[in-house]
């Protein structure tokens, strides 16, 4: 099965930049999509398509995919950013089909 | 607005079933593919099923082939799963989510969830 390997963890200062890397075997051939979940609150779709954003999302939220790792990248950090973040990719020849990374905490210190 | 509201989970016995329902609107439900994602408790999310919006094409992750079963009423948009023969590792908050099946394929919307905890 496909494996994405994320960070357990990255802090930063508030107005700051963090940078979440997703980790995979030629990750760059495929499409990549990003969720945000909030303690005790669902997962929300903050970039699809390896770098769009749904309407609603701050321009601060941007990604790239290339090679074998995919990054997103939070700008400007704000408190309100604290929470999990998971990559996810489809992997039509693997199963399962839909991979999710392990996850990474955003802490802003 | 889209919405997503499970029900049906709550405390089952090892060996025993559970069936959860997701009721859906405000977009198109036949034309939408769904599937369900579980949490474990304190760790990461796992894709478990997916369904087609005619409910012809079915998938499921190999942790619960065989013992859960995906199924849709598009008359009355509702997503279905039934588990059975449960285990302990399958003790998660279950999540319905809309699908975006369009040259790659991810999770747009999602429920809020619903428990299911397996324990004698």
């Known amino acids: 099965s496909y494996v994405l390997t994320q960070p357990p963890s990255v802090s930063v200062a508030p107005g700051k930049t963090a940078r979440i890397t997703c980790g995979g075997d030629n990750i760059g051939s495929k499409t990549v999509h990003w969720y945000q979940q909030k303690p005790g609150q669902a997962p929300v779709l903050v970039i699809y398509y390896d770098s769009d954003r749904p309407s609603g999302i701050p321009e601060r939220f941007s990604a790239s995919n290339s090679g074998n790792t995919a990054t997103l990248t939070i700008s400007r950090v704000e408190a309100g950013d604290e929470a999990d973040y998971y990559c996810q990719v489809w992997d039509r020849s693997s199963n399962p089909l839909y991979v999710f990374g392990n996850g990474t905490k955003v802490t802003v210190l | 607005e889209v919405q997503l509201l499970e029900s049906g989970g709550g405390l089952a016995q090892p060996g025993g079933s559970l069936r959860l329902s997701c009721a859906a609107s405000g977009f198109t439900f036949s034309s939408s593919a769904m599937s369900w994602v579980r949490q474990a408790p304190g760790k990461g999310l796992e894709w478990v099923s997916a369904?087609?919006?005619?409910?012809?094409?079915?998938f499921y992750a190999d942790s619960v082939k065989g013992r859960f079963t995906i199924s849709r009423d598009n008359s009355n948009n509702t997503l279905y799963l039934q588990m059975n023969s449960l285990r302990a590792e399958d003790t998660a908050a279950y999540y319905c989510a809309k699908m975006v099946w369009v040259r790659a394929h991810y999770f747009d919307y999602w429920g809020q969830g619903t428990l299911v905890t397996v324990s004698s």
């Open positions: 369904i087609s919006g005619s409910g012809g094409s079915t």
